[in-house]
């Protein structure tokens, strides 16, 4: 099987000389694991991203399947997890080509190809200087709601990520408005957060015209290779997919007032409802996202997150909430 859109059709034929000529391209290697490979290609000019899937063979799918993991054996997997979030009004990569051959899942080779993201921008990138230079109070509210809203969609839409973090969120520049464009741009110099200079990396945004309206902010969801799908996501996934987006935000200037408009937005419910009904759940992704942190990064993060006993107004024996939210997250090293 193999689907080309007509300007790869133009430059590539069809068919399996098609899927032939497009294995043998060559580029910048982005990523090389042990059967799987992402690199850049330029055909007829325009620039693409190949992932390339060339059969895992069966020692290794039984490995994965003792360790209790799914191994993910074609590109068809992120085919239809894009296609599912394209149908629900998720934005994520432009699909150009997709083919696959073989049917012994051990030797089976597939490919996908995704036209370049252009004028966008990982949230890691942007926020990494956030602990040395905040942005607008404004943009804060609104790429925390943003990112709140699309992680409920792709939830309510049955898709867990399984590698939910930062770096594959991406912002499209032209939603921006002008001046906060203006200030998150920076120079091409090397940042020092918690005393660890960090590698080089270009300036933001250089010839991207922002809006000058109050628009919402465009994310796009990336690397859904691992991503599943159902008619709902389990528990165990969501969980996962919440406390990597937390690890992932933690060392970049995260608040607790971040962290309460997540919950509500994402929930969609005022936060002392939520955190009355769902406390156990939002500790258990504290904790989960507590110990990747300590495991990655061997130490504590700045922020401390607790989770309050906190009842409903309406119930007669309610108990005396501090009212000031902003002191209140979510939980420590006892976290269940």
Sequence with gaps: MIELAPEIATHLGDGLAAFDRIFAL???VYRHVEGRQTLQVVIGNQTYFLKRHHGYGWKRIFRSLMAGRWPVLSARNEFNAIRRLDEVGIPSVEVVGFGELGR????????LLMRELSECRDLEKICREWPEQSPSPKFRQQLTEAVAT???????????????????LWLSLPTVRQDDLDLIRRPQVKPIINGV?????????????????????RLQIIDLHRA???????????????????FSAWDF??????????????????IREVLADERWLWRCVIWRALQLFRKTYQREPDLILQIPKIRRRSDPQQTTVRSD?????????RAA
């Design 228 to 246: 599943m799908l159902r008619r709902r996501v389990p528990l165990f996934w969501l969980i996962k997919d919440l406390a990597g987006l937390l």
């Design 150 to 168: 699309t992680t409920k969609l792709m939830h309510d839409a049955g898709v867990n990520h399984r590698d939910y973090y930062l770096c594959h």
């Design 253 to 270: 200037g995260l608040t607790k007032t971040d962290c309460i408009r997540f919950v509500r937005t994402y929930r969609g419910r005022p």
């Design 26 to 28: 060559t580029g910048k």
């Design 325 to 333: 939210l902003h002191d209140v997250s979510t939980p420590t090293r």
């Design 104 to 111: 012994n899942p051990a030797t089976r080779q597939s490919f």
């Design 197 to 217: 200079p960090q590698k080089e990396h270009e300036p933001i945004g250089v010839g991207i015209e922002g809006c000058h309206s109050s628009a919402p902010l």
